[in-house]
């Protein structure tokens, strides 16, 4: 494969590409949160857009996402317990996605979830210190309101 500098915006433009919102790089609340699972969140972003598309929505108007840890795996090019540790983390631990399990051997539900990674919830975010990440949730949910 032959490779060459940029030479114009044109060049620059030729990509497509994947939003990470920069909340996620910069900001302190999500500083402990690893850089697999800040990429699988810009992933899970890109197929979220796909998603309302299709029109994916549940009876509650909330958009979700079918990512499955076979897809996850995939993309990513790991394993199955680092796929499971990565939606542990932006679950649990981030707080940015919910998953609802369909049962039957159906795959879950994933809900992201937005207002966390709003520059302007950074504050609210470290008011709920002591708070697990579904608390955390919660309140600034509340609050955006």
Known sequence: MAFDYFYGQEDAEQFLFYRIPKTLITGEEFRE??????????????????????????????AYIIYTVEDIMSDLQCGNQKAVKLLSELEKKAGLI?????????????????????????????????????EKTASLMTRAR
Request: charged share 25%; glycine share 10%; proline share 1%.
């Open 33 to 62: 949160v690893s850089v697999e699972a800040k990429l699988l969140y810009g992933l899970m972003l890109d197929r979220l857009s796909l998603s309302m598309k299709n029109g994916w929505f549940d009876d509650q108007n909330r």
């Open 98 to 134: 919910r998953r609802k399990r369909q049962g039957l051997g159906k795959p879950s539900l994933t809900y992201l979830i937005f207002g966390l990674v709003c520059t302007n919830f950074g504050e609210a975010w470290r008011l709920a210190e002591g708070a697990d990440a579904s």
